[in-house]
């Protein structure tokens, strides 16, 4: 594709006053925004896809109740308790078999024909928000892309706006030196500094403010974190989506996750790289229009955003009140139901973020996101959303909710077993256990499939890739309960009123002391059901959970050391 071109020199930021309206949005009616034009239709395969996305988890959720229940019947007594048991198994089961369909279709993605994106060009303003980050590792990768986005080849115009929350007043000086450094060295860049001196609603605060005072001056936003890295051609695949499709207000990129310098980020970024392709593909597959936003990494088209996500604080008191946290998710929701697009644009590979650096920090993270996500589930009665928006708040809510319900799922299950007698069904639960692992692990044998032949691995490093895959597995599967009691900690929490805030990552090695002291509970835990197992008090299949929290400070100290030899994957084959 040939863009046209537009030269950028001399383009300044706008440093006048240019608002922009962003009201807060009505929730408890309908709205549609008069400026929107219908998203682009969902394609034959798109059709395909959604259809098995609905209509394969329930027979599949059923089919596994049902042979729960079978087991759970077998001595002849079927307890409400039992009931119970088999239902939640057959629900966690559909969102396990979703997930596995919505994998299976990314296998089958192919990049779309390039957007014919004709001249004129949009004026975009780069925004990167931060919040007490290191200035010069923060603002080098947005000024490196700044940069790139100066050479010929496209018609749009771009501008950085850094966004300072910043709370240290000895920090926020630096920050502002430092963009005042690189502005006297490098005029020819469009580089803009501010600093709120009250962060009100966090983030999402921090980019309204901006677009009340200069939105009106720009056409569209490129919105960041403080850790992302993006290339030039993919933000400008992003900014030609916007123009080759008018009903089109939010074009979003699917985040890797960076390599890192700890054990655990080389792991994330591994499953990210590997696993994660088929996934985030068949997502927006079968999503189309409909799809979701991440709250950075991605485009937004101006007065479409502003005109439809300003948004209101929830009635009652925080953490489920107040502020909504998860803001991104509710301002995709509230653009398609006003009548615009939200794609996600896979192609637009070129795009990363950084994980915590280790598993306290990865803790901490969820905490503030399963509150957001968990608020989302007062939305989800919202007048006028569409169902896919809805289901996006649910399955949000569910990757924290089900490990409460997992963890009663193994409550119930130690019950059945102390007053199960009489018949064996041993063969049926290899089936049940079979089914579940299947499910838990199809995803990431598409992602390792998808990976192989898309990237492909080296002959002299396919030993570290084996590596890196078996230790990656061993290790979600010890965190998994860790994760289960944490989440189900923080629902708990959440619920009962307690408001983690806005918690900073956790970086580097973590003294012994306090690795003890935060996971004691799952390790004592851990000491009472293996010893349980032991004397027969509890079945040999509650073994992978005995271990994940008798080995949580172990393996919490391992994975926050430096990474060392573990590989880091590529993105793209090796020559």
């Not at 619920?495 to 806005?502: S, V």
Request: proline share 7%.
């Amino acid at each position: 594709m040939s863009r046209a071109f537009r030269p950028q020199y001399g383009f300044r930021p706008v440093t006048l006053p240019a608002p922009l309206s962003m009201p807060d949005q009505l929730l408890d009616r309908p709205a549609h925004d008069p400026a929107a034009r219908a998203g682009g239709p969902i394609r034959s395969h798109s059709r395909l896809a959604r259809a098995a996305v609905l209509l394969v988890p329930p027979p599949f959720a059923i089919g596994f109740g049902y042979m729960t229940g079978t087991v759970l019947a077998a001595d002849g007594i079927f307890t409400p308790a039992d009931l119970l048991l088999a239902a939640l198994s057959g629900f966690a089961v559909f969102w396990m078999a979703m997930s596995v369909v919505s994998s299976f279709f990314g296998l089958f993605w192919r990049a779309p024909a390039k957007a014919n994106a004709a001249a004129p060009g949009l004026r975009i303003a780069i925004l990167l928000p931060m919040y007490g980050e290191d200035p010069e590792a923060t603002l080098a990768p947005s000024v490196a892309l700044l940069d790139s986005l100066r050479a010929p080849g496209h018609a749009h115009r771009f501008s950085l706006h850094v966004l300072s929350d910043t709370r240290n007043g000895r920090a926020a000086l630096d920050e502002a030196a430092m963009v005042a450094k690189l502005t006297a060295s490098r005029p020819d860049l469009a580089i803009t500094y501010r600093h709120r001196l009250k962060n009100t609603d966090y983030k999402q605060g921090n980019v309204r403010d901006w677009i009340t005072r200069q939105g009106a001056a720009y056409d569209a936003a490129l919105i960041l974190d403080a850790d992302s890295v993006m290339g030039r051609e993919t933000v400008l695949t992003l900014a030609d989506t916007l123009v080759a499709d008018p009903g089109c207000a939010l074009a979003q990129t699917l985040p890797i996750t960076g390599a890192g310098e700890s054990r655990w980020q080389r792991m994330q970024s591994f499953a990210s790289r590997v696993y994660g392709g088929p996934h985030g593909r068949g997502f927006a597959i079968w999503t189309g229009s409909d799809g979701n936003f991440l709250g950075h990494n991605a485009m937004v088209r101006m007065k479409a955003f502003a005109t439809n996500c300003g948004l209101p604080h929830l009635p009652g008191p925080r953490p489920m009140g107040g502020v909504i946290q998860s803001h991104d998710f509710v301002e995709a929701a509230l653009l398609r139901r006003a009548g615009w697009g939200v794609r996600i644009i896979p192609e637009a590979a070129d795009s990363h973020e950084e994980a915590p650096s280790n598993l306290l920090a990865h803790i901490k993270r969820d905490a503030r996101w399963c509150q957001g996500n968990l608020q989302h589930m007062r939305l989800l009665k919202v007048p006028g959303l569409h169902w896919v928006s809805r289901l996006h708040f649910l399955s949000g809510a569910m990757a924290y909710i089900g490990s409460v319900l997992l963890l009663v799922m193994l409550v119930l299950w130690a019950m059945a077993d102390q007053g199960r007698t009489g018949q064996t069904t041993d063969r049926l639960e290899i089936w049940l256990a079979g089914t579940v692992i299947f499910l838990l692990f199809a995803p990431r044998a598409f992602g390792v499939l998808d990976y192989l032949r898309r990237v492909g691995v080296a002959k002299g490093r396919r030993l570290g890739f084996v590596k890196l895959l078996l230790i990656e597995t061993v290790v979600a599967v010890l965190s998994a309960p860790v994760m289960m009691l944490h989440h189900a900690k923080i629902i708990f929490r959440a619920l009962t009123g307690a408001d983690t805030g806005w918690p900073q990552h956790m970086s580097g090695r973590i003294p012994l002391k306090a690795l003890l002291k935060f996971h004691a509970g799952e390790t004592g835990l851990g000491v009472l059901l293996s010893g349980m197992i032991a004397l027969g008090i509890l079945s040999v299949w509650f073994l992978p959970v005995a271990a994940g929290l008798l080995l949580a400070v172990p393996v919490s100290a391992w994975v926050s050391e430096p990474a060392g030899d573990l590989a880091v994957v590529p993105l793209v084959p090796e020559r």
